[in-house]
């Protein structure tokens, strides 16, 4: 496999398993599949909230905790990749808390629709809809 090569589903369980077997190859595999996708993701859901660096970095955080964490997978109920895309918004919310992003009393992240154009940044969303649930 090259090492920017599309896996699917079952090819990423069969490659999680053998990590967890003690592979640390079939990580690598992982890690060059999913460090573009959180790269999108991160782009898509914050837009220009954070430099490329910053990208960067938290990719790098990301990557490294969900290796520790890999063995909380369960392949009977979700796939990989919808296991490792929440893991990234998990990661992300705690990243920007962590991070000094505005926390807004009386909405959650969970109400902001996060499909929204990537020049629109997270604290503004927060910010209208907490405005619209004010008034």
């Given amino acids: ?11 990423d369980k069969v490659l999680v398993n053998e990590y967890l077997l003690g592979n640390p190859k079939a990580f690598n595999k992982l ?3 999913y460090r ?3 790269l999108y993701n991160v782009q898509r859901w914050y837009g220009g909230a ?3 660096e910053t990208k960067q970095d938290m990719m ?14 369960d392949p009977n ?4 990749l919808t296991w490792m895309t929440q893991s990234m918004r998990n990661f992300m919310i705690e990243f920007w808390n962590r991070k000094g992003g505005k926390k807004v009393k009386g909405i ?7 499909d929204f154009r990537t020049e629109e940044i997270v604290h503004k969303k927060l910010e209208a ?5 004010i008034i």
């Avoid at 109920?77 to 990989?80: A, L």
């Avoid at 959650?108 to 996060?114: A, E, G, K, P």
């Fill in 31 to 33: 890690f060059h599949k």
């Fill in 1 to 11: 496999m090259k090492k920017f090569e599309y896996t699917t589903n079952e090819e």
């Fill in 108 to 114: 959650s992240i969970d109400d902001v629709n996060l």
């Fill in 129 to 133: 809809q907490t405005h619209r649930k």
């Fill in 60 to 73: 790098i955080e990301f990557l490294g905790k969900i290796s520790k964490k890999m063995h909380l997978y």
């Fill in 50 to 52: 954070y430099d490329e």
């Fill in 36 to 38: 573009k996708i959180f």
């Fill in 77 to 80: 109920k979700s796939q990989v």
